[in-house]
C-alpha cells in the first residue's frame, strides 16, 4: 500500500511538472514558475569495477550500499541515507543549513562526524567534452549534463585522487541554488549553479580504479512541493 501510495505520487508529480513545463509554449515564464522541490528521491547504487582489484570494488558497494534516499527538506536541509550498506558502510550525510556542517555517521560507530560545509573535498580541475550522441533519460526526463575533471580531497587535504564526474539533471527538478552558496562539500554549490539548481538524476564518479554511479529510480514529492505545483499550473491556466 505505502509503494503504491509512494508511486502514485511520483506519478502525479511528473504529470504536473510536465502540464507547467508545457505551458512554456504559451506563456514564456513558465520556466520561472517551475516549483522548487522538496521531498525525496531514490538512487540505485552501482559500483563498477574498472582496473581496480575486486576486493577493492567490494570494499566499496560495503561502503555505499545499494540504494541512497535523498531528501530535500523544507528548510533546505539535505539528507542522505544508505540501505544496504556492511556493518562498517556509510549510513547517512546531512547538510545543516542554518549552521553551514555536514554531519555523518557509520553504522559501526555511535560517533557524529561533523566538519564545516564550506571546506572543498573536491577541487575543479577542468571541464571535459560530452558526446552530442550521449543523452540520457531518467524516470522518462531528458537529461542535460556537466562533465569535468577534479581533484578528491581527503579530510587533510594532502591526499588526492584524480576523478571525473558527471551530472545529468532536469531543469524540471529545482530546489533553490541560493541556499548552497557557502557549501562546498562534493561541489554542491558550483553544480547547483552550473545547472540552475537542479537535482541530479544520475551522478557518475570515475576513479580510474572503479566508478560510483547513481541514477534515480522514484521520486516521492512532499505534499508541499505537490500543492506548489498545483497553484502554479492553476495560475498559469488563467
Known amino acids: 500500500m505505502l509503494l503504491n501510495t509512494k508511486f502514485r505520487a511520483n506519478l502525479t508529480y511528473l504529470m504536473l511538472v510536465v502540464l507547467v513545463s508545457s505551458c512554456s509554449l504559451f506563456k514564456k515564464s513558465a520556466k520561472k514558475d517551475i ?3 522538496s521531498g525525496s528521491i ?33 528548510n533546505g536541509d539535505i539528507e542522505r541515507k544508505y540501505n544496504g550498506t556492511s556493518i562498517s558502510g556509510y549510513e547517512s550525510y546531512y547538510i545543516d543549513l542554518q549552521n553551514n556542517k555536514v554531519k555523518e555517521t557509520y553504522k559501526a560507530k555511535d560517533t ?3 566538519r564545516d560545509a564550506s571546506i572543498e573535498t573536491l577541487v575543479k580541475l577542468n571541464d571535459l567534452r560530452t558526446s552530442k550522441d550521449s ?30 564526474l ?12 541560493s541556499l548552497y552558496e557557502n557549501v562546498n562539500d562534493q561541489m554542491l554549490s558550483y553544480l547547483l549553479s552550473k545547472s540552475n539548481g537542479s ?40
Request: glycine residues 4%.
Open 112 to 114: 557524529i562526524f561533523v
Open 35 to 37: 516549483p522548487l522541490f
Open 199 to 238: 537535482i541530479f538524476l544520475k551522478y557518475e564518479l570515475n576513479y580510474v580504479t572503479h566508478k560510483v554511479i547513481y541514477t534515480a529510480k522514484q521520486i516521492v514529492p512532499s505534499e508541499q512541493t505537490q500543492q506548489s505545483v498545483i497553484d502554479r499550473e492553476s495560475v498559469l491556466l488563467r
Open 166 to 177: 558527471r551530472y545529468w539533471y532536469s531543469p524540471t527538478l529545482k530546489i533553490d541554488a
Open 135 to 164: 543523452s540520457v533519460e531518467v524516470l522518462g526526463m531528458e537529461c542535460e549534463d556537466i562533465s569535468l575533471a577534479a581533484e578528491e580531497l581527503d579530510l587533510t587535504g594532502i591526499e588526492k585522487k584524480y576523478v571525473t
Open 42 to 74: 531514490v538512487y540505485t547504487i552501482e559500483i563498477v569495477k574498472l582496473d581496480g582489484s575486486e576486493d577493492l570494488a567490494k570494499g566499496k558497494r560495503d561502503l555505499f550500499g545499494n540504494e541512497m534516499v535523498l531528501t530535500i527538506h523544507p
